[in-house]
């Protein structure tokens, strides 16, 4: 069988799917990677996929000039002679569902989470609605990564109950993110957080609560770690992150392709988003035996068990999240190991890939039967 994996980035492909599309070619299909040249193209070809390059801005939100992507991707799909289209990304899912039904080919789709569009109430989320609504009667399957989107989802009509089902995010590979053992409590104290430098990340608050903190003297370290992205004035400016960096209120870790070793040697994984789907990089945390703090919104609210594998905090408050962040840093080492220990039962139990694995193998049965 013929599968594309359509997503608006091949690190994304290379980075978040792998286990799925590893398994795919395991059981000996062939895998269709569909998606921009952003740096990981020779590694998805090393591993076994063939690739079509599409181009799709990432943060473009001009539907006439997205409809493009119909007639791209339409053609890809036809050339490539795929059988079965799975979707992930807001522009896959829209655009890519159209094309599908007209090369008339089964399409599932994944709403990996809302993004800026939903999260920003504007002119722009009534476009994006009216897509969705639009072009999600066509898919076999559309899945989501937590109730929040879903119900959401089904309250605005976007989509029929018929073909909607939950995942656990994108799923962890529990075995590749481990926990060290006798992991022990550093000196200073060290938080961080992963992300994107977009303000929807709750990048802004998580520095406020770090100036809070500062002030009361605390034996504390802050570090962050994610891409700039600046373009669309949805991201932090590098001028921002200078002026941070002089007042010597956090680290600056850059971006990387492993985040494993920058995990093992945090104390707590942060991040105050506004909303997600579920959040990679807590998945990450949580199944290498990390305490958690978070905001207690859609996606991130999955991750956390509050006072039992981490903290969770309310949304756009700086002062609750330097509160959350000083009971974090003063618990006793043997209550972090003990939140720690809940994290990867909790990974394991809940958000172990092969659970995604399957529901994946079950809807291509279904939707070619």
């Known amino acids: 069988m013929r599968i594309g994996i359509i997503i608006n980035s ?14 795919f070619l395991q059981e000996g299909h062939e895998v269709v990677a569909i998606a921009p040249n952003d740096g990981f193209v020779e590694e998805l070809k090393a591993k076994g996929c063939k690739y079509y390059q599409v181009n799709m801005e990432r943060k473009g939100a001009n539907p006439f000039r997205d409809l493009l992507l119909v007639h791209d991707l339409y053609k890809i799909y036809t050339q490539a002679n ?3 289209a799975l979707h992930f990304t807001i522009k896959p899912n829209i655009y890519g569902s159209l094309a599908a039904r007209l090369a008339n080919i089964p399409a599932i789709s994944n709403v990996t989470g809302l993004g800026t569009v939903f999260i920003r109430n504007n002119f722009t989320s009534q476009i994006a609605q009216l897509l969705y609504r639009f072009s999600f009667r066509f898919p076999k399957k559309v899945f989501f990564q937590n109730q929040d989107d879903l119900s959401l989802f089904l309250e605005k009509k976007l989509v029929s109950p018929q073909i909607t089902d939950l995942l656990p995010g994108s799923g962890i590979d529990i075995y ?16 961080l957080l992963i992300a994107r430098l977009l303000y929807d990340k709750g990048i802004i608050e998580y520095i406020e609560s770090i100036k809070i903190l500062k002030k009361q003297g605390l034996p504390l370290h802050f570090q962050l770690l994610g891409k700039i992205e600046e373009d669309k004035g949805l991201g932090i400016t590098q001028d921002q992150l200078q002026d941070w960096l002089k007042q010597d209120l956090v680290e600056y870790i850059g971006a990387t392709h492993d985040v494993r070793p920058y995990i093992h040697q945090a104390d707590c994984i942060v991040l105050p988003s506004y909303r997600e789907g579920t959040p990679r990089t807590l998945l990450e945390a949580a199944s290498m035996g990390k305490p958690l703090i978070a905001t207690n919104v859609a996606g991130c609210k999955e991750t956390i068990i509050d006072e039992v594998n981490g903290l969770l905090c309310e949304v756009k408050n700086p002062q609750d999240l330097a509160n959350k962040m000083k009971i974090m840093s003063e618990l006793s080492e043997g209550k972090l190991s003990e939140m720690g220990e809940q994290s990867r039962l909790l990974a394991i139990r809940k958000f172990d890939q092969n659970i995604v694995i399957q529901k994946y193998k079950q809807a291509i049965g279904l939707s070619l039967a």
Not at 176 to 191: E, G, M, R, S, V
């Open 176 to 191: 590749k993110f481990q926990p060290l053992p006798n992991q022990k409590k550093n000196t200073p104290f060290t938080f």
């Open 82 to 84: 795929l059988q079965v």
């Open 10 to 23: 091949s690190w994304n492909i290379y980075n978040f799917r792998w286990g799925l599309i590893e398994t």
